[in-house]
């Protein structure tokens, strides 16, 4: 059937780029964002600087990545930009963080860019809210050379490199005309979060454990640190083998890894400053769970994706889960990438393969919490051998009451249990069977399509019995 000629249908900009200002960033997401594209520039080192001054407050991040050419940088500027993606390790994917991330903070974004280290030229072009409510077009401004060297402060003197300045900062600072202390402690408890958001998302790469794409993030002029959330400096932390699944989605395959941890409970840990500092931004209860990582950049922080609740006796769990971008489908990232969805066809692999981590997890949180009580001191002399304390008439003590419950002759065995050791023989302590010793002993027992049914009803069971 043939096609007829179609007629194009351009979206209304004002309306379009303000609804997409609502697309589920906070600023410490949206800084996240800006940071993918610097390290898919090759970058090094990532500046951030915060300013607070009122209605003249910005924000400026700058890179000393390859930059890019005015071609480059126009293209960059478009919503829906094209550009090929390296499937296995690029942290970008539709083309819209850079505008969708700024514009969900700012009403100005700025974007300036050196391509060509034998030429100082530099190339800056604005989306301007107050340009596309006027005009009602999809148009970028070129930014005036006065205009830049403010912008820029010296940063892509002598080297390539990226600079987005972010200006009228409404969602940000969340006041029509943002003025007083109480508008500047505001924004001093976000860069907190900020830094925060940056050490747990950029951890790998911030500590060097990602081949060639070691950088420094400097906010503020301090060096942000790299956030462990599986503590694996602390002598007492377990950690499981690897688990490999394969998932096939939709004609695509790929590996996704599970790796588990249990942490070390409160009193097994070095000092009580790293028991607090591997507590996570959202604290104990809350960072427990998966830790999903997307070519090696995070994700998810904590929770159990609905496979389980959140529980005080497994807070000690934590699971790095792996995949690379060549599975987001199956994964249903966002834009934004800040969620993502277990794939149905591996939930129950999931859950059967984490399961003795969080059994082990509550063994420690629980076995730690048990305290030996101490016998109390005698309040009466103890008699010497042959010597009887008690008073001349003194009746006998009556016997104790008959159990309620029959009683197995000593001769009699027991099934699964060896039988009493003969008079004479040395005495030896009777064997008693924790829960996780019996769950694990089941699971043994167990074929693979029993296991997941086994699995709920002995956490069922746990909960009853408490």
């Not at 700058?62 to 005015?70: E, H, K, P, Q």
């Not at 503020?220 to 007492?236: C, H, I, K, S, T």
């Not at 949180?365 to 008073?391: C, E, F, M, R």
């Not at 019996?438 to 009803?457: F, G, I, N, Y």
Request: charged residues 25%.
């Amino acid at each position: 059937m043939a096609r007829g000629k179609g007629q194009e249908v351009i979206p209304s900009a004002k309306r379009l780029i303000r609804s997409l200002r609502d697309m589920g960033y906070d600023f410490a997401t949206a800084v996240a964002d800006l940071v993918d594209n610097s390290i898919e520039a090759g970058a090094t080192k990532i500046t951030i600087d915060v300013e607070f001054n009122g209605d003249d407050s910005w924000v400026r991040i700058a890179d000393n990545g390859i930059g890019m050419g005015l071609e480059q940088l126009q293209e960059a500027m478009r919503y829906g930009s094209e550009r090929e993606y390296d499937g296995e390790k690029d942290l970008g994917k539709f083309g819209l963080g850079l505008k969708t991330a700024s514009m969900s903070q700012c009403q100005r974004m700025i974007v300036a860019s050196r391509g060509n280290k034998q030429q100082k030229e530099i190339h800056a072009y604005s989306w301007d809210m107050d340009h596309v409510d006027a005009t009602n077009r999809w148009e970028i401004l070129k930014v005036d050379k006065r205009e830049l060297k403010f912008v820029l402060n010296g940063y892509l003197d002598d080297t390539t490199g990226t600079v987005v300045f972010w200006q009228r900062l409404d969602r940000i600072l969340g006041y029509k005309h943002p003025y007083g202390e109480n508008a500047k402690k505001r924004l001093n408890g976000m860069c907190r979060e900020v830094e925060q958001h940056l050490a747990m998302v950029f951890h790998r790469f911030l500590a060097g454990e990602v081949p060639g794409k070691k950088f420094q993030i400097i906010l503020n002029g301090n060096l942000v640190q790299p956030w462990d959330p599986f503590a694996r400096n602390e002598q007492n932390t377990k950690k499981m083998d690897p688990i490999h699944l394969h998932l096939e989605y939709e004609g695509r395959g790929g590996l996704v890894t599970l790796e588990p941890f249990v942490l070390p409970h409160q009193d097994q840990f070095s000092s009580r400053d790293a028991f607090n500092h591997t507590s996570g931004p959202n604290k104990w209860n809350r960072q427990q769970g998966f830790y999903i990582y997307r070519a090696n950049r995070l994700i998810q922080s904590g929770g159990w994706s609905g496979l389980r609740t959140i529980d005080e006796h497994t807070k000690l769990a934590r699971i790095a889960i792996s995949f690379s971008p060549h599975l987001d489908e199956a994964f249903k990232i966002n834009v934004a990438k800040m969620r993502v969805q277990l794939p149905a066809q591996l939930r129950d692999q999931i859950e059967t393969e984490t399961a003795p981590v969080v059994r082990i997890a509550r063994h420690t949180y629980d076995n730690a919490n048990k305290k030996p009580v101490a016998s109390p001191p005698h309040s009466s002399p103890q008699p010497a051998p042959g010597q009887n304390l008690t008073p001349p008439g003194t009746p006998s003590p009556a016997p104790p009451p008959a159990s309620p419950f029959p009683t197995r002759p000593a001769s009699s065995p027991v099934p699964g249990i060896s039988n009493p050791p003969s008079a004479g023989a040395p005495s030896t302590p009777a064997r008693f069977w924790t829960f996780d010793e019996l769950q694990t002993r089941l699971e043994s027992l167990a074929e693979p399509d029993e296991k997941p049914v086994l699995l709920k009803l002995l956490e069922k069971l746990r909960k009853t019995i408490g």
